[in-house]
Nanobody, 113 residues
Framework: QVQLVESGGGLVQAGGSLRLSCAASGSIFSSDAMGWYRQAPGKQRGLVAI???????NYVDSVKGRFTISRDNAKNTVYLQMNSLKPEDTAVYYC???????WGQGTQVTVSS
C-alpha cells in the first residue's frame, strides 16, 4: 500500500521560508517522478513542482526562482524548499507520484502579510 507523509508546514510571515518533506513508500518512489501539489481554500488542487527519477525539475511560473524541489532516493523522501513566501502561497501542500493520487494528509502552509 502506498503511503505518503508530508510535514514541515506552518505559519510564516511574507518573505519567510519553509522546507517541506514528504516520506514515501519505497515501492513508488525510486523509479517515479514525484510532485508537490497545493490546494488553497475554494480552489482546485494544482501542481507546484515536479522532479523526475533522474533529478530533472519543472515548476509552475508562480513559484519559479522561489521554490526548489529535490529528492533523496536513499531516504525515499522528496523536499520542497520555499523561499520568499507570499500570502498567495497559502494552501495545503501534498506530494504525489501522480495528479490522481494517492494522497497523503497534506501539510498546511500559511503565509501572513
Amino acid at each position: 500500500q502506498v503511503q505518503l507523509v508530508e510535514s514541515g508546514g506552518g505559519l510564516v510571515q511574507a518573505g519567510g521560508s519553509l522546507r517541506l518533506s514528504c516520506a514515501a513508500s519505497g515501492s513508488i518512489f525510486s523509479s517515479d517522478a514525484m510532485g508537490w501539489y497545493r490546494q488553497a481554500p475554494g480552489k482546485q488542487r494544482g501542481l507546484v513542482a515536479i522532479i523526475t527519477s533522474g533529478g530533472s525539475t519543472n515548476y509552475v511560473d508562480s513559484v519559479k526562482g522561489r521554490f526548489t524541489i529535490s529528492r533523496d532516493n536513499a531516504k525515499n523522501t522528496v523536499y520542497l524548499q520555499m523561499n520568499s513566501l507570499k500570502p498567495e502561497d497559502t494552501a495545503v501542500y501534498y506530494c504525489a507520484g501522480s495528479p490522481f493520487g494517492p494522497w497523503g494528509q497534506g501539510t498546511q502552509v500559511t503565509v501572513s502579510s
